[in-house]
């Protein structure tokens, strides 16, 4: 006859089960537009927090587990591009992940993901909903914001954009480039079907002043969001093995500008523009940092929304403590 299970299994099933329910349930950002939401993952060992805690700190592991109950990453932390000891990036795909630190197994790691939001109008009354929404119990879910320049966060997003892409597949590149701009550039389009598998080319219109159009298998751009789609190319490909790339071929910077000139002088039309000729002007870096100024809103405040999930590592620190007290 087989034992009976005792108090401790059954809470220990209950909340398996519960946790089990509740990673599933991941919140829903599909109200949010798509450019403005980053997903950050990254693994804390909760052995190496553990250790730290009761063998070189001396703590019980009652209080060692209350202080990782207690504790919020930084969106710093969480962000870095080089993890720092007791947070490491877990290779996609790998079936049974160790902790490179001190090899601990993936029952030991816990996920904590931080969804970041740019504040605005497109984003503030859909992200108030989705935060409203969030549980409050244990906080599961932290929000925290920061301030930083409109210049900085295209940059960040430049970054992010280009170590996402695929070089080696340069028509696919450049197309998911040119639909990641577009999408923040105007975040009520639905690109998803301008760019669905039928759009074969993207494409400078002749006659449209301002917008876009689909006919047939090409997407018509009106020049100067065309102009813009070039100029993100040309700086997301500069930053990686295919420097100068777009949908104009290789570009040097000087044939860049030639290209792209009137829609300088259409996003500011009170600078000090010189007037097209048949060779780039002498200031041509100047007149480069200018529009990449347009582009990314230059000093102007942002507001930064982070949301972090810690559901994970609320249940990923009883089955720690559990085990760290048994080893006691």
Known sequence: MPASKTKAQKGAEKRAVKSKKAAGEAPDFGALPAGFVVRHGRSLCLAC??????????????????QVRRYNPTPAELTAREPRRPFFDATEGERHPRCPYCDASKRWHALLTLYRVEGGRQTDAARRALVKSLPTKDEQFVVTEEKRTAREVFFDWLERLGQGLDFEDEEAWMRAAARAYLERREPKTDWSAAFDSAA???????????????????????????????????????????????????????????????????????????????????????????LVEQLAGGDRTVKLHYILDRRDLLDKARTAYDKTESKG
């Open 49 to 66: 927090v553990f250790g730290l805690f009761t063998e070189q700190l001396g703590l019980a592991p009652r209080t060692a587990y209350a």
């Open 200 to 290: 074969a080319r993207v494409r400078r219109s002749q006659r449209l002043e301002e917008g876009w159009e689909r006919d047939g298998a090409r997407l018509f751009l009106a020049p100067q969001l065309y102009n813009e789609v070039l100029v993100v190319q040309y700086l997301v490909s500069r930053s990686h093995r295919h420097g100068g790339r777009t949908f104009e071929g290789r570009l040097t910077l000087p044939e860049l500008l030639r290209r792209t000139r009137t829609g300088l002088r259409q996003q500011a039309p009170d600078a000090d523009m010189p007037a097209p000729t048949a060779e780039p002007p002498p200031d041509r870096f100047d007149l480069l940092e200018h």
